[in-house]
């Protein structure tokens, strides 16, 4: 079993050597400018029309979908399997993001085939970009390969098509670069947030919950980090199924020796990712989740961000949970490649 050790935190030599783990996160923001740049023609010559429904699809086709849903005017459906729904057509939009896998290019080559509004972001010279080549096609050409700012840029695009919410890339690079400022290696834990929070889940089974549906996107793709970086099965799911869990955790004897402790018996942590949007139901729930923790000793961890749109606020709580993932990964030297 890997053991965390909280000293690789502050070892210089041994973060040097997890650049490869901090430097794409640290560098995100400058990705979404980079992206944002490179797309700034295609953009510019997007007008605002109104479709009969929008259908998705792509690494990051559920965070369009959940940004969009409170305000989108019109159907919209993230779709995960290859072609087309049969009732896709020529009043339809349809968004590919990718560099060309199966589902991506099905999806292009249908929509092309069916006279589809076609809306796609990848690489200008990938077969994806070809396979999608029509009147109908806006290429928003991505250089730097990172589904999150190609998703940043294509939620421009549907704003200035009429259906999505203003973004503004600028702040959401802003908001990434704070993160990465306030969880720079050079940061020590007492300052350091994302340190911190690897500590609290140094020797932890994580359960990460969201309230809202950005915060929820949110948790699902921090467990994802969390379950790579250290190897532990993480979940997250809906306060319902996080509830039995947390009451079946007995409680913490204080004369154990932590340090005999097996995996097996590993106490779970909680992770509440909150980004200010609960509604009435999940800030009952929100409290609920805390309270059982707190009555059965469980570690709880905050990932929160309060202020901004919400896209500027799910990569604020993204980043910070990527970043801790990191750390965790670092702490429990696992950091070879």
Known sequence: MDEFDDSRLEDGEVLR???????????????????????????????????????????EARLIRAVLEPTCPVPLVAWPRLGLPGWVGPLDVVVVMGGGDRV?????????????????ACPPDSSLAREAGSSSTTVLPTTTGDPMAAAIVTLVALHHLGLGPAVNPEAVASAMDQVATDSSWAVDATQNPAK??????????????????????????VA?????ASGRVVLSADAGALMPLLAAVPPRDPFADPFEESAAERRPGLVLVDDGMDDEHAAED??????????????????TSLSGTPVERYVTVLQQG??????L?????????
């Not at 430097?23 to 700034?40: D, I, N, W, Y």
């Not at 085939?113 to 796609?120: D, T, W």
């Not at 990527?322 to 750390?327: E, H, P």
Request: charged content about 25%; some cysteine.
């Open 17 to 59: 050597s997890a650049d490869y783990l901090l430097r794409p996160l640290a560098e995100a923001g400058a990705r979404v400018r980079r992206e944002l740049a490179s797309a700034e023609g295609p953009l510019s010559q997007l007008e605002s029309e109104r479709p009969r429904a929008m259908i998705t699809f792509g690494p």
């Open 104 to 120: 991506s290019m099905a999806a292009a080559f249908e929509a092309v085939r069916r006279g589809c509004r076609l809306l796609v």
């Open 196 to 221: 911190a929070t690897a500590l609290e889940l140094a020797e932890a089974q994580p359960m990460v919950w969201g309230g809202s549906i950005l915060a929820a996107r949110a948790s699902r793709r």
């Open 224 to 228: 994802e980090a969390l379950r790579s």
């Open 286 to 303: 929100r409290e609920r989740l805390r309270g059982n923790a707190l009555a059965t000793d469980t570690m709880v961890s905050n990932l």
């Open 322 to 327: 990527l970043f801790a993932a990191a750390y």
């Open 329 to 337: 990964q670092i702490g429990l030297g696992r950091t070879h490649r």
